[in-house]
């Protein structure tokens, strides 16, 4: 019980560091790193219906998810996760947690996809879209699914947020363990884009004055 009490403490220490770097990593380059800030400037579409806090907010999900996957892959995932979520900075963690942000990620008991959708969801009304035996590597399906899945619970758990996290991996043991990891890096993504957000008002606000 002990050594698994150091070693969430020791995850969630990796955590704060980690996040901390792409918050140095975004003040430093004055914004999005290089891959990041070049797929943003080809989504031209999506850019012209965001605001400015917005853009900071995709530029800083797409730079902390740019660490498993590629500059084009990150960006098109924080976007959808911007543009069809009420959190992207929950839907990012997860994807972390849940895959490190591996399309072909197929779990020991059969979850696949980058959010990790059991198999048995295919077969299920109203899932008929993601009824095709590739579907989970689809990325947009397998949010798609997992997406519908979440607000089913969150409905059943009375808006609970954290329950439902919790049940989306299950019950017990590992159910809990698997919520505190998605709500320790969601609180430091949290904060990392809140920060950023206020650093580049804070940015503009003096390039103003000057």
């Known amino acids: 019980m002990q050594s698994s009490k150091i070693a969430v403490i020791a995850a969630t220490l990796l955590l704060a560091v980690f996040v901390g770097s792409q918050l140095q990593l975004f003040h430093l380059k004055g914004g999005a790193s290089s891959g990041a800030q070049g797929e943003l400037s080809n989504q031209n579409a999506g850019v012209s219906t965001c605001t400015a806090d917005d853009q900071v907010k995709i530029t800083v999900l797409a730079n902390i998810l740019q660490n498993y996957t590629n500059a084009h892959d990150a960006m098109k995932t924080a976007f959808r996760y911007h543009n069809e979520t009420s959190d992207p900075e929950l839907w990012t963690a997860m994807t972390i947690v849940e895959s490190k942000g591996r399309s072909k990620a197929v779990s020991e008991r059969g979850a696949q996809g980058k959010l990790q959708v059991m198999p048995f969801w295919k077969k299920q009304p109203g899932f008929e879209f993601y009824s095709r035996k590739y579907s989970h590597l689809n990325d947009s399906l397998n949010f798609r699914a997992a997406h519908k899945i979440f607000r089913r619970l ?4 009375k808006g609970d947020k954290w329950l439902a996290v919790e049940r989306y991996c299950g019950v017990g043991p590992a159910a809990r363990e698997y919520v505190a990891k998605v709500r320790n890096l969601y609180e430091r993504i949290k904060w990392a884009t809140d920060q950023a957000v ?11 004055g000057a």
């Open 198 to 208: 206020l650093s580049q008002r804070q940015r503009t606000e003096d390039s103003a």
């Open 154 to 157: 969150l409905a059943q758990q």
